[in-house]
């Protein structure tokens, strides 16, 4: 009989976990446990402040997994956005001494330490400058521009989302996992094979990079998105083999 593992997937900057992953479930492994983590602002959780800077939304995150994560194996997932926070997560995991994930997954994102070739930071465009960029990175519905109630919604959050995608770890502050990874990038998005390799700094064990047709929201596309399921569940079944004694 498999041992269960609890998969967390942390969203890209203005998604909903709920809405970006709960269709994975059906194609999962029977031995995975989805666990979309719903971020403050969105979804169910639309009413709650939004986060002010990448620390708020790491004890958020920890608050809602805590309790979760003591007596079982876990893997952590997050795309463009959820990458950088699911680092930062894993690193306050490691600090205050609760058991470390088996695996993690970071998709669509250089390696932290690298800095962004952008010549502004998101946090700092205004937005007509931001909206250019979204447009540009793909995977949101022309709608959202064509109605001002949408943009009213959604831009705050998006606007906060990337004071996180924006954050950046020094190379003096990187404190290597004891777990492998797998970094996920899509052929034609804005993330070099050095960028990716060098994900590699961040962990003592295994780091393997892997890519997928597309751009920066490779997995949303369908023969995309499954192939992404399906490297999770050779990472977290085949490899591992995790079966109850």
């Known amino acids: 009989m498999k041992k269960q593992i609890k998969l ?3 969203p890209y900057a203005g998604g909903s976990a709920k809405s970006i992953y709960s269709k994975w479930k059906e194609s999962l492994d029977s031995a995975i446990e989805l666990h979309p983590v719903e971020l403050a602002g ?3 959780r639309i ?5 002010s800077n990448v620390e708020e939304a790491v004890e958020d995150v920890i608050s809602k997994i805590r309790n979760q994560i003591t007596d079982c194996d876990y893997a952590i997932f997050g795309h463009s956005m959820g990458s950088i926070l699911a680092y930062k997560v894993i690193q306050r995991i490691n600090e205050l ?3 470390p994930p088996i695996h993690s997954f970071f998709s ?3 390696a932290p330490h690298c800095p962004s070739r952008r010549p502004k930071p998101f946090s700092d465009m205004n937005t007509l400058e931001l909206e250019k960029e979204i447009k540009e990175l793909g995977g949101t519905p022309p709608e959202f521009f064509e109605y001002p109630e949408l943009k009213n919604i959604f831009m705050p959050i998006i606007k906060s989302d990337f004071k996180i ?3 950046f770890v020094e190379s003096s502050d990187i404190v290597m996992f004891n ?6 990038v899509g052929k034609e998005e804005d993330v070099t094979n050095i960028e990716a390799g060098e994900w590699m700094q961040h962990t003592r064990k295994k780091c393997s990079v892997e890519y997928f047709e597309g751009g920066h929201f490779f997995l949303l596309e369908e023969e995309e998105g499954h192939r992404v399921i399906d490297t999770i569940n050779s990472c977290l079944i085949n490899k591992h083999q995790y079966i109850s004694m």
């Open 8 to 10: 967390f997937c942390l």
């Open 42 to 44: 969105r979804g169910p």
């Open 47 to 51: 009413g709650e402040s939004l986060y």
């Open 97 to 99: 001494k609760l058991p």
């Open 108 to 110: 669509g994102r250089r």
């Open 165 to 167: 995608a924006d954050t």
């Open 179 to 184: 777990h492998e990874i797998s970094v996920f």
